[in-house]
């Protein structure tokens, strides 16, 4: 008597993998994405100090000695993109997670409990999305002080709306589904379905917009510094370079085309890891 064979199981997170792996260009840019992340996090180390000056030498182009070139106060410009990174890379990511943090509780909330609690919370996203979102956080930079941590949690504070709509209709939309009327019949309470049911199954389009929100991030801090809020000299930021590259860019051109040149592939991975992962976590594709 031949064994019974019994297809194994597999989970929404390994079924996920194994498609994201599949996707090519997802794969490269997360590859990409995280060798950025260790050069930025190890190249200054191991590389010439990001604010040491060099007065004679000037703005020089790319050599042996300096391998982008330096800028016109003689610093290195390999130094201080690496260096930038960190600061724009670490805005971007706890920016971001302050956003998704607020906006996916707040969003899966509304759309949970519905009626007067959500057309209350809703208004509230209304009345502050005709707010200058830029004024909103230079204001909370001066009342709190001009702090490069403070920063963070000021950007992320007013980034949280468009993800909480997001949430919001995404949790309508499956809150009536068979799945969650077994667990109401359970027993089971709001917090534990809202956090266990529902944010779970909407995480495509959460990430996608994280995907989105990141770079977005990344611009309202260099629009801060250019205003005299966010990074302050002698330290940089990708934003803060380009905009000091592209003031010199028809002198020293090197200034302009590196950054933005490093800046540019961030964003185009991000946008291919995750247009990848919003296909992996797609539970349809799950059927083919």
């Known amino acids: 008597m031949n064994p019974v064979e019994t297809e194994r199981g597999h989970s929404l997170w390994s079924d996920a993998w194994h498609r994201l792996r599949r996707n090519r260009l997802a794969i490269a840019g997360g590859i990409l994405l995280i060798a950025l992340a260790i050069a930025c996090a190890a190249g200054p180390i191991f590389s010439q100090s990001y604010e040491e000056q060099n007065l004679d030498l000037g703005a020089a182009p790319p050599s042996q000695a300096h391998w982008l070139g330096t800028d016109t106060l003689g610093r290195d410009l390999f130094a201080r993109i690496l260096y930038g990174g960190r600061i724009s890379i670490t805005v971007g990511l706890v920016a971001t997670f302050v956003a998704l943090a607020i906006g996916v509780t707040y969003g899966a909330v509304a759309g949970f409990v519905g009626g007067k609690v959500d057309s209350v919370m809703m208004r509230v996203v209304d009345i502050l999305y005709a707010l200058p979102f830029a004024i909103f956080v230079i204001l909370l930079m001066v009342f709190f002080g001009r702090n490069i941590f403070l920063l963070f949690f000021a950007i992320g504070a007013v980034e949280w709306l468009t993800m909480a709509r997001i949430v919001r209709g995404q949790v309508m939309s499956i809150k009536k589904m068979e799945f969650i009327e077994a667990a109401r019949a359970l027993g089971l309470g709001r917090r534990r379905i809202i956090f266990r049911h529902l944010i ?89």
Not at 258 to 287: E, H, I, W
């Open 200 to 288: 779970p199954n909407v995480l495509g389009p959460v990430i996608v917009y994280t995907t989105l929100t990141i770079p977005a991030v990344m611009l309202l801090e260099a629009f801060l510094s250019f205003l005299g809020l966010g990074v302050q000299a002698p330290m940089s930021s990708w934003g803060v370079l380009i905009k000091d590259g592209s003031e010199k860019m028809e002198e020293f051109w090197w200034l302009l085309v590196f950054p933005g040149t490093l800046f540019s592939l961030t964003l185009f991975s991000l946008n291919f890891l995750g247009d990848g992962l919003r296909d992996a976590l797609d539970v349809r594709a799950s059927k083919d």
